[in-house]
């Protein structure tokens, strides 16, 4: 028996009332924190609470286990070792594996298995193992969905649309899996714009864990003017490239109590990743710099640099050095920073120059995998946005008298 259109919407009117229960709704205390969470006048307040907590709880855990645990370690007794039994009538073996023989301090050395372990272990682990820690939490209490619903308004501004918080926070941990995680935009506009901000303007959590201890005085500012950058960059992309911006669409789950065992998972799948990336980039990292130094090609870019340094960016012309480790790692080029005799404004030109100078190579190599045309592009804007906005900061530290 064939039935109409209607005859079938009957058929489902009846099948229904047979069958669905309607009772009446209970709120929740859940649900009412869900929407006040939610709500600009009550939300706001709480992301930022939310994510202050998440900083006081990075820079507190990274700084108690770097200065309380790491650094005795290594400075008074992995150093010494190495300084005692490798021998030092190897000369320039003797450089490159451990470093300054008159060093002190792991960070100082600048060796492979001296700094170069220092700041992968020393100093980056902690910063990402508490980075990944919170981020799970908040990922399965199910609170980032709400904090996109309430950017999604300022985010449009820059031609995203709130869901791209989620690679901007994933990016503060590791920018490759941030660039990865582009992927959900839904244009190719979004997609390439988050990706060039990431690339430029988001430091790792690596480099967020070596600023807190090289810089702590100063690291506000450093991101501050990241952040001016991040949003300046975002609103002029979004008037020169074309496309759109769709409206934000996406489920905003309950609350609900994170299952452990998901969260100890999740944090040790993103920690694998990232030190089987980390240590050996690092490494290498020291050992081509040192190479570089032993060659004299650093010098000759230095004197030959030093004007764009000096006169344009106001730091000093060694902070070459630094910017060629910065395409290995940035956190490895911010410790080589903090042995360069400068100004404190200096310092902080320079820890954003390092930020915003080019992508490591593993976010380099990430941003050629989603297209040649998009990477292309990307270094096209970081190299202006690095001429332009690092005179700029110059122009304001001479401005204000520090620079």
Same mark, same amino acid.
């Given at each position: 028996? $064939?039935?109409?259109?209607?005859?079938?919407?009957?058929?489902?009117?009846?099948?229904?009332? &047979?069958?669905?229960?309607?009772? &009446?709704?209970?709120?929740?205390?859940?649900?009412?924190?869900?929407?006040?969470?939610? $709500?600009? #006048?009550?939300? /706001?307040?709480? %992301?930022?609470?939310?994510?202050?907590?998440?900083?006081? +709880?990075?820079?507190?855990?990274?700084? #108690?286990?770097?200065?309380?645990?790491?650094?005795?370690?290594?400075?008074?007794?992995?150093?010494?070792?190495?300084?005692?039994?490798?021998?030092?009538?190897?000369?320039?073996?003797?450089?490159?594996?451990?470093?300054?023989?008159?060093?002190?301090?792991?960070? &100082?050395?600048?060796? #492979?298995?001296?700094?170069?372990?220092?700041?992968?272990?020393?100093?980056?682990?902690?910063?990402?193992?508490?980075?990944?820690?919170?981020?799970?939490? +908040?990922?399965?209490?199910?609170?980032?969905?709400?904090?996109?619903?309430?950017?999604?308004?300022?985010?449009?501004?820059?031609?995203?649309?709130?869901?791209? /918080?989620?690679?901007?926070?994933?990016?503060?941990?590791?920018?490759?899996?941030?660039?990865? %995680?582009?992927?959900?935009?839904?244009?190719?506009? *979004?997609? !390439?714009?988050?990706?060039?901000?990431?690339?430029?303007?988001?430091?790792?959590? %690596?480099?967020?864990?070596?600023?807190?201890?090289?810089? @702590?005085?100063?690291?506000?500012?450093?991101?501050?003017?990241?952040?001016?950058?991040?949003?300046?960059?975002? !609103?002029?992309?979004?008037? /020169?490239? @074309?496309?759109? =911006?769709?409206?934000?669409?996406?489920?905003?789950?309950?609350?609900?109590?994170? +299952?452990?065992?998901?969260?100890?998972?999740?944090?040790?799948?993103?920690?694998? =990743? !990232?030190?089987?990336?980390?240590?050996?980039?690092?490494?290498?990292?020291?050992?081509?710099?040192?190479?570089?130094?032993?060659?004299?090609?650093?010098?000759?870019?230095?004197?030959?640099?030093?004007?764009?340094?000096?006169?344009?960016?106001?730091?000093?012309? &060694?902070?070459?050095?630094?910017?060629?480790?910065?395409?290995?790692?940035?956190?490895?080029?911010?410790?080589?920073?903090?042995?360069?005799?400068?100004?404190?404004?200096?310092?902080?030109?320079?820890?954003?120059?390092? =930020?915003?100078?080019?992508?490591?190579?593993?976010?380099?190599? #990430?941003?050629?995998?989603?297209?040649? $045309? *998009?990477?292309?592009?990307?270094?096209?804007?970081?190299?202006?946005?690095?001429?332009?906005?690092?005179?700029?900061?110059?122009? /304001?530290?001479?401005?204000?008298?520090?620079?």
């Amino acid at each position: 028996m $064939k039935l109409t259109a209607d005859q079938r919407w009957d058929l489902i009117d009846k099948i229904s009332k &047979e069958t669905v229960y309607v009772g &009446e709704y209970q709120e929740t205390l859940r649900d009412v924190i869900g929407e006040l969470t939610v $709500k600009p #006048m009550t939300g /706001i307040p709480v %992301a930022i609470a939310a994510l202050y907590a998440f900083w006081s +709880l990075f820079s507190s855990f990274a700084g #108690m286990f770097t200065d309380g645990f790491f650094v005795p370690l290594f400075d008074e007794h992995w150093l010494p070792w190495w300084q005692t039994h490798f021998p030092d009538d190897w000369g320039w073996v003797y450089y490159l594996v451990v470093g300054d023989p008159a060093a002190d301090n792991c960070l &100082e050395a600048f060796g #492979m298995l001296t700094s170069g372990l220092f700041v992968a272990i020393g100093v980056v682990l902690p910063a990402i193992f508490i980075f990944y820690l919170i981020l799970t939490l +908040l990922e399965d209490v199910g609170y980032l969905p709400r904090l996109a619903v309430l950017v999604d308004a300022v985010m449009h501004k820059i031609g995203l649309h709130g869901y791209a /918080i989620v690679p901007t926070i994933l990016g503060l941990g590791c920018n490759v899996p941030g660039v990865a %995680a582009t992927r959900i935009l839904e244009t190719r506009k *979004e997609r !390439f714009v988050m990706m060039t901000l990431l690339a430029i303007f988001v430091p790792c959590g %690596a480099q967020l864990g070596i600023m807190q201890d090289v810089i @702590p005085e100063t690291m506000g500012l450093v991101l501050l003017y990241l952040m001016a950058g991040y949003l300046m960059t975002g !609103f002029l992309l979004n008037k /020169i490239i @074309p496309g759109k =911006s769709p409206e934000i669409l996406m489920d905003v789950p309950p609350y609900q109590k994170p +299952l452990m065992r998901n969260v100890n998972l999740k944090v040790w799948m993103r920690l694998k =990743s !990232f030190l089987a990336e980390a240590i050996p980039f690092v490494l290498l990292g020291v050992l081509l710099v040192n190479l570089l130094y032993l060659a004299g090609f650093i010098q000759w870019l230095s004197d030959a640099l030093a004007p764009v340094f000096v006169l344009w960016f106001g730091v000093p012309e &060694e902070t070459t050095g630094p910017l060629i480790a910065a395409f290995l790692r940035k956190d490895l080029a911010v410790a080589q920073l903090s042995v360069i005799e400068m100004t404190w404004y200096q310092m902080v030109t320079a820890v954003v120059l390092v =930020s915003i100078y080019f992508p490591c190579l593993a976010t380099f190599m #990430m941003l050629l995998q989603e297209g040649r $045309k *998009e990477l292309i592009g990307s270094l096209l804007v970081l190299i202006t946005v690095v001429t332009l906005y690092g005179g700029l900061i110059h122009l /304001i530290g001479i401005l204000a008298g520090v620079a």
